[in-house]
Structures are given as structure tokens and as C-alpha cells.
């Protein structure tokens, strides 16, 4: 099904593509949002054209992006039926030494006609998200990070757990969750390919029901 034909005439193609860590958005249009496994980290609307988080601006247009636009929690952006909130998440921001919570942490809601996606980015779990759930849900499905959640000790603090995941997809609202974050990368010492099997069964033991919480393949499209 096409684009909008302003979406469409922004990006120069026939798809818009938001690509994300394990599981991305491929196409939303007036009628439907399609989920498609990716393993990109990035939100790419066009060469030229992104849509971000506050602080990051200065980076962006370095980068030769024209037109950017930064979003504070709550605050929105819309284009043809497709509509982009920022909302919160729990992590610090920063890259290196000195650069600590210099930008803002943002989940990010996309929002179709008929349809309404969560991607919760990376995430420990908190009460924000019944919050979210409360002011912007609910959500048709939800992108939530299951990997890289040991030590906890450390972690805790910026990563959920599997069966945090899951809460996280009942606190906002979510009908079905994607499990993402896991088995790309060894970031962390805990078994990479336990977290889709954890996150099944936190699913079923959290009565969210166990087929509500997606695990792709690689190259896996699911429309829903």
C-alpha cells in the first residue's frame, strides 16, 4: 500500500523506513503499520531530513541532515496521519567522558490513523510507564529491549530484564510486545540467546499470553 504523497516527495521513495536494534517499523500508512526484523539502530527518514531527541541537533546537522527536529517528552511532531511523540525512558545519555546526560533519554511513540507503536529504545523499567500508559496509550505493539541485563548490579539501572520487558508492554498498555536488544552483540555476560526464551515465559506467567510476545527472525515481517 503507498505512502502519502507527501511523505512520499520527503524521503524520495515509496517506503518509510524507521529502522531499529532487533525489530523495526517499515511502513505506516492511513491504514496499517507493518513490524519488520532489522538489526540498523538508527531512525532514518531520508538523506537530508531526522527527527531526534533534545541536545542532539548540533550532531545531526555535522552529519548534513537539513532539516532536523528536536522533541522534549510530551511534545509531538506530525506529517500526514503519521504522528511521532517523545516520551520518557529510563537510561543515562552520553558517549564518552564528559558528555553525561548532556541529551535528553526518549522513548518514541508512532501513531497512525488506526495504529499506535511504542519503541522503548533501551530501558530499565520504572513507574513512568504505567504513566505512559495512562496519558498516551494504548499501544497496538511495543518494541521492548529483553538483552543485555547482566550484572544487575549495573544494569539495572539502564536495562530490562526480560520479564521487566514484559511488565513494561502491560505498564504501557501494549496488545503485543517485540523483544529486541538480544543476541546481536556480547555486550554483557549472560547467555545472549536465554533472554527470547525468558521473555516467552514471563509472557505466560504474567498472563500476558504467551503469543503476544513476538520474538522475529531476521528478516521476519509481521503486519498487524
Known sequence: MPLPESIARLIGRDLLTLRFSAA???AATSNSITVNASSSATILLS???????????RL?????????IELDWGQDWSLDGLRVTCL?????????????NRTLWASFAFAAPSRKLWFGGD??????FREIGARAGPFDL????????EPRSIMHASHATPEEAVQIARDIGAKAAVGMHWGSI???????????????????EQQYGEGNAWVMKVGEVRGF
Open 123 to 128: 530501558t530499565a523499567p520504572g513507574a513512568v
Open 24 to 26: 523495526g517499523l517499515s
Open 142 to 149: 511495543a518494541l521492548v529491549g529483553i538483552g543485555a541485563y
Open 47 to 57: 538523506e537530508n531530513f531526522e527527527d531526534t531527541n533534545l541536545g542532539a541537533l
Open 186 to 204: 556480547m555486550l554483557t555476560p549472560e547467555d545472549p540467546f536465554k533472554a527470547p526464551h525468558r521473555f516467552k515465559r514471563a509472557a505466560l
Open 88 to 100: 520518557p525512558a529510563v537510561h543515562f545519555s552520553g558517549r564518552g567522558a564528559f558528555d553525561r
Open 60 to 68: 545531526y546537522k555535522r552529519q548534513g541532515f537539513r532539516e532536523v
